[in-house]
């Protein structure tokens, strides 16, 4: 059993009228904690949101948009990931509101995961090359990190070593068994090697 949870992402050019029935074969079989749409483009996520929102959160599975905080609020999402500076969090706080989950990609900055945890988020995220940071900041932090664009199971290994909470996994839907593959090539290999 993989020792933290899994955070799946869209890629940029996801569909819904080609990608929802695999979509929730994947989501039902790996019941990950999160779902991210990358895309910032405000239309294109408004249509994936209506297409997807019910089939992602009856799985329980949270329904997170990029850079969107109003339009996440406005459609029922679950949150916001803000992929640029944490000086952003103050103002997408105030467009999500108080209940929904805010979270920043701080790359490999100690002082932007710093800045961001001060300023309200929820969570943080962290690039695949730096995993002392992420080691350094479950150890002195109590705030969630996530290890952003895992696409390897040596890159999981690493993070999980470094006691990441979650694995942000990049994933086309296009094909169920092939999203299902990668994952299980990512999740069974760190789970033997890393077992908790």
Known sequence: MLPCELY???????????????????????????LRLSTTDESQARH????????????????????????????????????????????????????????VYCDTSRDDAMNAGELGADYISIAPNAPDLVAWWSQMMELPVIAENIETAEQALVMIKANADFLAIPLSFVDADEAGARLAAIVSRAAEEYPG
């Open 48 to 103: 994936c949101v209506n297409a997807i929102r019910s089939t992602v959160q009856a799985h329980g599975t949270a329904l997170i948009l990029t850079d969107l905080p109003a339009l996440a609020q406005e459609l029922g999402c679950d949150g916001v990931h803000l992929s640029g500076h944490p000086s952003r969090c103050l103002t997408a706080r105030e467009e999500l509101g108080k209940d929904l989950q805010l979270g």
């Open 8 to 34: 799946l992402v869209t890629l940029p050019d996801f569909d819904p009228s080609r990608e929802l029935n695999d979509l929730a074969k994947v989501l039902e079989r790996w019941t990950p904690s999160a």
